[in-house]
């Protein structure tokens, strides 16, 4: 038994006929089949950066209120997510439970001392952070460094960064990194990392070279534009000042970016945020309602290592009654979810 699925695929809107049997998709036509599905095919979206399970910023993971928020993005059509640093440890079921997206994490925040936020992350020294990140990386996969924090803290140098790469590379890892201020991005840029997660004064003419190095672009612009107001609102200050600034120059960074041909990828960065409010600030910025789509679902899926709608990969889709690339409001009510082969939604009988 077995799930046709038919229509029209993005990204290229081509025809698409594929059976889905047990969790991953298949090229055959005699199967016995117990369900159809037709429509505008997506590969399934993806939160690219994302921090589900903490209550408030320095609390721990609670698992009732992480299961909860990741029922919430599967409900979304988020059938995958990556978290650039965690609260604390996740519990055995994290990326692994068929009801819930599939995860993958970078394990604590890596910090200078004194940096970040309290009750967050390690304090790590120059000398031991490639040992510790190649550790982390290591273990998930992936490690988190703030490259850079306050507009008066010391950002992780070109040098330490390099050596970053290399331990992390060495053991197979990769490495996100967190910075807004123009030297911890371009130390992160120079040195390779795999994803620059915000980068809202990140010096333009390194774009080139972003793109070369394939350091992906993770702007969580949507969390940046809600609250440029608040700091508007503020007394003239250099932090204000460096705020309302960086926020009014990203989406023109984030637009020449696309264009130099850097990957850019969709996170929300706050539950507050779903990841179809998150395209579709991208494409306020300048992107394509493909290229922001692309964001959140097939790009995102690459850059993860997550095959899309292939034969012998994972049965993950979202199906839509229109071409969601024609109205982004769409993005947000698939009338089909399947994850890993199982259907999540269909459409409720009238």
Request: proline residues 7%; aromatic residues 6%.
């Amino acid at each position: 038994m077995g799930i046709r699925v038919e229509g029209y695929a993005l990204p290229t809107g081509e025809p698409f006929d594929l059976n889905i049997v047990g969790n991953v998709w298949v090229d055959e036509n005699t199967l016995d089949l117990d369900l159809r599905v037709s429509g505008w095919i997506i590969p399934g979206l993806v939160d690219v950066h994302t921090h589900p399970g903490a209550a408030k910023p320095g609390d721990p993971i609670d698992e009732e209120l992480l299961r909860q928020q990741l029922l919430k993005n599967m409900e979304d059509g988020v059938l995958a997510i990556r978290s650039p640093g965690l609260a604390s440890t996740p519990p055995d079921w994290f990326g692994k439970d068929p009801q819930l997206p599939q995860s993958f994490h970078a394990g604590p925040w890596l910090a200078k001392p004194g940096q970040f936020i309290s009750g967050w992350g390690k304090r790590v020294s120059d000398r031991d952070f490639p040992r510790v990140a190649a550790a982390q990386a290591g273990e998930t996969g992936w490690c988190k460094i703030i490259g850079d924090w306050g507009i008066d803290d010391e950002p992780i140098s070109p040098e330490v960064m390099l050596n970053i790469v290399a331990a992390v590379r060495a053991v197979g890892g990769r490495v996100a990194v967190h910075s807004q201020n123009t030297q911890g991005g371009s130390a992160a840029v120079r040195a390779g990392v795999d994803s620059l997660e915000h980068g809202m004064w990140l010096d333009e003419s390194l774009l080139d070279l972003m793109r070369e190095n394939k350091t992906a672009l993770t702007p969580t612009l949507n969390v940046f534009e809600s609250s440029v107001d608040h700091f508007r609102a503020k007394a003239d200050s250099p932090k204000r000042d460096w705020y309302v600034q960086g926020c009014e120059r990203h989406p023109e960074l984030i637009r020449k970016a696309h264009e130099a041909g850097v990957t850019i990828l969709a996170g929300t960065d706050s539950q507050a945020f779903t990841i179809v409010a998150e395209v579709q600030a991208l494409a306020r910025a300048g992107l394509s309602a493909e290229a922001a789509i692309a964001s959140a679902s097939w790009k995102a899926r690459d850059f993860l290592g997550l095959a899309s709608l292939k034969p012998g990969t994972s049965a993950d889709a979202l199906i839509y009654s229109q071409d969601p690339r024609q109205n982004l409001e769409i993005l947000a009510y698939p009338e089909w979810i399947i994850s890993r082969g199982k259907v999540m939604k269909r459409p409720q009988l009238s």
